[in-house]
């Protein structure tokens, strides 16, 4: 290689060998493709369907109560690794364990808020008399 090619090379600009910067590339993790046009087009149309198959099951009401709510957490825990596997990636990376973590950790801090806001709710209609909810709404009036 001349010097002048040398010189020219993202390597050479980044301070670094020629020689080095190919066995450093090589050490990193190259990617595998997963996020084809493919891969992408199959997760949208499962999601489609499964929203789909939800719709049309409640909506046709041929089962009872217990039946549909088990169908649709069925359908919506199904949709949840579709969408997991097929956008976001998670099982598809060679060490998926930080990605996993702050899914996990998100789902934590979701279901606090969540789950808070409920059991405070529930709480206040417990304790709360009925003139004082009255109270409290006729002074939301003049808002």
Do not use: C
């Amino acid at each position: 290689m001349s010097e002048k090619s040398i010189a020219e090379t993202p390597q050479a600009v980044r301070g670094q060998s020629p020689a080095s910067a190919t066995a450093s590339s090589h050490a990193q993790p190259q990617p595998t493709g997963h996020a084809t046009l493919g891969g992408y087009a199959l997760g949208y149309v499962l999601s489609i369907a499964l929203t789909l198959a939800a719709y049309f099951f409640v909506r046709g009401n041929g089962a009872t109560r217990d039946v549909l709510i088990g169908v649709v957490i069925g359908l919506a825990l199904v949709q949840f690794w579709v969408q997991m596997f097929f956008f976001l990636h998670l099982g598809r990376e060679t060490k998926p364990r930080w990605k996993l973590f702050v899914l996990l950790m998100m789902m934590l801090v979701v279901g606090i808020l969540v789950f808070g806001s409920l059991w405070i709710m529930q709480n206040l209609n417990v304790r709360m008399t009925p003139q004082q909810i009255n109270t409290y709404m006729q002074s939301q009036d003049s808002l």
